[in-house]
């Protein structure tokens, strides 16, 4: 991290306390939340409406005080507040990268932490969360594999992020302005931080069924991309009860390598993978898989890798992102080359697929792809504990 760097930190130090027999209403479908309304005293020939009244408070609006719900009555508004809370995570630090990246320490319930990351682009704005307090996977290039899984997050803490991260944009629209009047910030979100999302599935799915909820964050189905290492078993249940777009981490084009770098291979190879994804467009009316693969040098950036890579994706609609390995403390790979990576990428390109080369963001604030971590857990493991699990000798 350079001096010259703008980058800023906030600290919340004090974390907030879930009031005693209140319920959250953050993140509940909405059968569970009219009901939890009735449940509370609320006519059941008034649910429906007043389910859609607050919804819109909360997932459109961005409003936690029940008194500020202007078209409600005050006597029901008092009994809101008596019987339920607007819970989401909390910020504790923020961090903003030179290029404008903004990583998010976010605590959640029990003193857990858990990274967010929002990437401004130009004409867009991708907000990258986690569904996972550290992860399972123990890929050998990430970061965040590196810390053990301490618990699945809810549905609550995961649309929480967006909306937290919003109340730091300022993103939420101003009193008196209509949906729509100005380009969201956040206009994009990628399921790609800690932690597998399809080994947390319900929860996403609960989660993201809000943000494409149309009186909800209201964001299309091709805005939102759920990224996995390969849980085949609930591919297409992803398909069939989100509908989202799939990305998936692929970064090796032979069951050999692959063991090592995402080691859920052992459990379902490239082969079964790749089956469960061609299905996938159709049964999501999904316009293509984005195949994630991190170039590491000497590992997986060869000609030869790029060619075997074609052929395995072949009748796939598909485009591939090549990403330049973002190293971290004991990595035990490096970046390849860029002229290698651009070697790669070529092939690819014609054969007639995209292949774009992700610039790497938010680099100087450990906010890069596979980067994430949570601050307690920063410390990590040594790099020869890492290349013993990945199975690397150590030189």
């Given at each position: 991290m350079t001096a010259d760097a703008p980058i800023t930190q906030d600290f919340l130090t004090v974390p907030r306390k879930m009031p005693e027999g209140k319920r959250n209403l953050v993140g509940l479908p909405r059968a569970a939340f009219r009901a939890a309304l009735i449940e509370a005293g609320t006519p059941e020939k008034q649910a429906k409406m007043r389910e859609a009244q607050l919804w819109q408070w909360i997932y459109q609006r961005g409003v936690r005080d029940f008194a500020a719900m202007t078209n409600l009555s005050k006597a029901y508004r008092a009994q809101l507040a008596e019987d339920f809370v607007i819970e989401i995570p909390e910020i504790v630090s923020k961090q903003v990268s030179a290029d404008g990246t903004r990583k998010y320490l976010m605590r959640i319930a029990g003193g857990h932490e858990v990274e967010t990351v929002y990437i401004p682009e130009e004409g867009r704005g991708t907000l990258c969360i986690s569904s996972q307090v550290g992860c399972t996977l123990t890929c050998s290039f990430c970061h965040t594999g590196t810390q053990k899984l301490v618990r699945n997050l809810t549905a609550a803490e995961i649309v929480g992020q967006v909306m937290a991260a919003r109340d730091d944009l300022d993103d939420w629209p101003k009193p008196g302005e209509g949906m729509g009047e100005r380009p969201r910030l956040v206009s994009n979100i990628v399921l790609m931080g800690m932690g597998e999302p399809l080994y947390n599935f319900e929860n996403v799915r609960d989660a993201m069924k809000i943000a494409m909820d149309g009186e909800g964050i209201s964001l299309s189905r091709r805005r939102i991309t759920l990224s996995t290492s390969g849980v085949v078993p609930e591919i297409a249940r992803c398909a069939e009860e989100i509908g989202c777009l799939m990305a998936v981490s692929f970064h090796a084009t032979t069951d050999e390598v692959r063991d090592k770098l995402v080691p859920i291979n052992r459990k379902w190879n490239i082969a079964t993978l790749l089956e469960a994804l061609r299905a996938y467009p159709r049964l999501s009316n999904s316009e293509r898989i984005t195949f994630e693969y991190v170039m590491l040098k000497g590992v997986n950036d060869s000609d030869a890798d790029a060619r075997r890579l074609l052929k395995l994706i072949a009748g796939i609609p598909?485009?591939?992102?090549?990403?330049?390995?973002?190293?971290?403390?004991?990595?035990?790979?490096?970046?390849?080359?860029?002229?290698?990576?651009?070697?790669?990428?070529?092939?690819i390109y014609k054969a007639g697929y995209a292949a774009p080369i992700r610039t790497p963001r938010g680099e100087d604030i450990m906010a890069a792809c596979g980067q994430l971590k949570s601050a307690t857990e920063r410390a990590g493991k040594r790099r020869a504990e890492i290349e013993a699990e990945a199975g690397i000798a150590t030189p």
């Open positions: 598909a485009k591939i992102n090549l990403i330049p390995f973002n190293e971290w403390p004991g990595a035990p790979y490096e970046r390849s080359d860029w002229s290698r990576i651009e070697a790669f990428a070529d092939i």
